[in-house]
């Protein structure tokens, strides 16, 4: 559709905006952040219309907008931003020009982000789409392969032994004393890994036979590899396995942890041992790569050990709609049959991934966060660094959990973490910024557009680096400060107007450009000529008619 006045007239004509029709008066400007919002809001509601320069109210009234004058610019920033075609039109209406943005709906199974953010219309507000809706969007293209029985294959190409262990553990996880006592077909039947009889890619994948697996799903195979050293080709240890993996997970476990090297933390008074590899994250990342792998493509999960990383490397790119910057807020698993099976035996949470236990296990023991770098459309590329960098920082995160009646949530220790290495901290993250400070974990060093955050005095304190504490927390301001003399001495002929400064500190406002504009004056290094914003400051104190002092 192209937008027309008489299309416009009939938009105008709907007695209340829903999901599908937002008017906006945006006279003078709006915010491209806000449209693009708004834009990926309407898609995810199957499409819809934002209409810039008519009021909101009824009956409503064409204002005219300023908004947006470049309209071609702004039309392929948001095609490029949300990768989905969205027509602009400007209509030249007899009382104001009119910008009509037209969304079309997202694509099947592939919700529309922003920045990370998956948004729906809820009221007049933008907010975030709950897991359910989301999984059922992930879901609307993607088959669950590993639920899909596998022809040819029986009750026979399932090894004996993986079907007691997952008895044994779903016994264990669930208290139900009734499952030792069924049979291993009404078993399976009932953890849905027989259907009808049939044998699902998810039971072979769990339980399957060596010799079942080579015939039926040979690509279902890990590889352990140990190398000595970083870059080398050749390997120390290789060892194959093509079986059901509740069969070899244990056996991965402890060829890592047979040259698993521990290094010390202090905890309190004591020294503790930690080990390289941590065996919660590691058996969440092995169980991660079987169960969110392809099977559909041919090669094999592949575990390699060096002696301070460990990288697990899976066919299959991420699921639709997950990427490393949201893995930890956004759940698709690939092979849900085979979730499912595990979250009975207790081995992870059907609800999750165990992506936020790996990552609190890094954070929690000093070491860099987990690194998906590789990882493309074919595969996925988890590398773990179990090197302990800043052992001082687990001292804190310790002595700060042991004043808390709770433990820290991922969202914390991810913003403690991002905050003790200078980190940019994400959007999805921000609101947890002035909480910590309120619980005596951050300090807040300047505010407004430029608010910036360091850890507490307690751990510059703990750590005996109080000078460092003194320098940060004064860093901003002192910083700000030499900026501004810089530029008013290198423009110091002409004068710098107010604007001009505003532009060099261009995350401050107003008011705290000049609340330091003020300072300087008042320790004599600028003066001001002229009054309000039509002044123009230089270098020097200036004397009492306005020119500079002599020697300044």
């Not at 016994?171 to 009932?190: P, V």
């Not at 860093?475 to 290198?490: T, V």
Request: net charge neutral.
């Amino acid at each position: 559709m192209t937008a027309s006045l008489d299309q416009l007239k009939a938009w105008m004509a709907v007695g209340r905006e829903d999901e599908h029709l937002e008017f906006k008066e945006a006279k003078n400007s709006y915010s491209f952040d806000d449209l693009a919002e708004y834009c990926s809001a309407l898609a995810n509601e199957r499409g819809g219309v934002m209409i810039l320069g008519v009021s909101r109210t009824l009956p409503r009234q064409v204002v005219g907008s300023r908004a947006f004058p470049d309209i071609v610019h702004t039309r392929a920033k948001l095609t490029e931003l949300l990768r989905l075609r969205i027509d602009a039109t400007e209509l030249d209406h007899p009382r104001g020009r009119v910008v009509v943005f037209e969304v079309p709906p997202r694509p099947i199974g592939l919700p529309i982000a922003y920045r990370g953010k998956y948004l729906m219309r809820r009221g007049e507000e933008l907010v975030a789409m709950s897991e359910d809706m989301l999984r059922r969007i992930f879901s609307e293209t993607t088959p669950d392969y590993s639920a899909t029985i596998c022809p040819g294959a029986a009750l026979s190409d399932l090894e004996p032994e993986a079907v007691e262990r997952f008895r044994a553990a779903w016994r264990r996880k669930s208290g139900n004393a009734r499952i030792a006592e069924l049979s291993a077909g009404q078993l399976l039947e009932d953890a849905e890994l027989l259907v009808d009889g049939g044998v699902t890619y998810a039971a072979l994948v769990l339980l399957g036979r060596h010799r079942s697996l080579g015939r039926l799903l040979p690509n279902a195979e890990t590889i352990f590899e140990y190398r000595s050293r970083e870059g080398t080709i050749e390997y120390s240890q290789r060892k194959e396995y093509r079986a059901g993996a509740l069969l070899f997970l244990d056996e991965i476990w402890q060829l890592i942890n047979s040259r698993n090297e521990v290094q010390q933390i202090r905890r309190g008074l004591f020294m503790e041992d930690v080990p390289t590899f941590s065996e919660g994250a590691v058996r969440e990342a092995l169980l991660n790569a079987i169960s969110h792998r392809d099977y559909r493509l041919g090669g094999s999960v592949f575990v390699r050990q060096y002696p301070q990383r460990l990288e697990i490397v899976s066919p299959g790119g991420f699921p639709a709609g997950i990427t490393a910057d949201n893995i930890l807020w956004h759940q698709h698993p690939r092979n849900r049959r085979i979730a499912e099976a595990l979250a009975r035996c207790g081995l992870v949470e059907r609800s999750g991934q165990g992506a936020d236990r790996i990552y609190a296990s890094c954070i929690q023991e000093g070491k860099l966060l987990p690194d998906f770098t590789g990882t493309d459309e074919h595969q996925v590329a988890l590398s773990l660094d179990g090197q302990i960098r800043d052992p001082q920082f687990v001292e804190y995160l310790q002595g700060f959990v042991a004043d808390r009646e709770s433990p820290l949530g991922i969202q914390d220790l991810l913003v403690l973490d991002l905050v003790s290495r200078e980190a940019l901290v994400p959007d999805v993250l921000r609101p947890r910024l002035s909480i910590l400070a309120a619980e005596g974990a951050l300090e807040r060093v300047s505010r407004g557009r430029g608010t910036r955050y360091i850890l507490s005095r307690r751990y510059y304190r703990m750590v005996g680096r109080r000078g460092e504490y003194t320098r940060r927390k004064g860093l901003d301001r002192n910083a700000n400060k030499a900026l501004l003399i810089q530029h008013i001495e290198e423009n110091a002929r002409e004068g710098s107007p107010l604007g001009d400064l505003r532009g060099v500190l261009e995350k401050l406002s107003y008011a705290q450009v000049q609340t330091l504009l003020r300072e300087l004056k008042e320790e004599g290094k600028i003066h001001v000529r002229g009054k309000t914003r039509a002044g123009r400051w230089f270098p020097g104190s200036g004397g009492a008619d306005g020119t500079p002092r002599s020697g300044s």
